[in-house]
């Protein structure tokens, strides 16, 4: 939940010298709707809400009061990240929410949905000999990925991500789409 690696969503932090008018480490330690707050040696890891939003941050430098600066991975959820970002600033500095209303999902959360139609099309059911999930992981999961040998992929975390949202996938295709109407972040 907390990786940023696994949770686009999540903004990393880190101290920012010399730079004005940025989000300060006392304005998200003194947010009035902090959800979780936990500090590891590494840093401090808070999840932060308001009316539209769960904002998850990590910052890496606790310890150093004053202005923070966003650190993004130029990887392919770079929009999610950046999105991220600009939705703490914004709510941090009250200039208003996102023009993304409340109940859409978030550029994360489409990208899963997406994954999911694709493993769904993927998985159907109606032709005989349906893909492997093995398949579904190097082909939609994680396209840039391959397994050396079935001992590598059995015990992979790539493998249980995959029969997770594999599981996901399904059960959204037995009824549980009907959750989308009533989307929360």
Not at 126 to 138: C, D, I, K, N
Request: charged letters at 25%; glycine letters at 6%; proline letters at 5%.
């Amino acid at each position: 939940m907390w990786r940023a690696s696994l949770h686009p969503g999540t903004v990393i932090l880190v101290p920012a010298h010399n730079i004005e008018d940025c989000v300060r480490l006392e304005d998200l330690l003194a947010w009035r709707d902090k959800l979780v707050g936990i500090s590891i040696d590494r840093g401090r890891y808070l999840a932060l809400g308001n009316a539209t939003h769960v904002h998850r941050v990590f910052i890496r430098d606790d310890s150093a009061l004053g202005p923070l600066a966003a650190v993004a991975a130029i990887d392919r959820h770079l929009p999610q990240r950046l999105h991220a970002a600009q939705q703490l600033r914004a709510s941090v500095s009250g200039a208003g929410e996102s023009k993304q209303p409340l109940g859409t999902p978030t550029p994360y959360h489409a990208d899963r949905l997406s994954r999911m139609l694709r493993i769904l099309d993927a998985l159907d059911y109606t032709r005989p000999g349906a893909v492997a999930s093995r398949e579904v992981s190097e082909s939609i999961v994680y396209p840039s990925t391959r397994f050396a040998s079935a001992v590598d992929w059995k015990v992979s975390s790539e493998r249980r991500h995959t029969l997770r949202l594999i599981n996901e996938a399904i059960g959204m295709r037995e009824g549980g789409y009907v959750r989308l109407l009533t989307w929360a972040r």
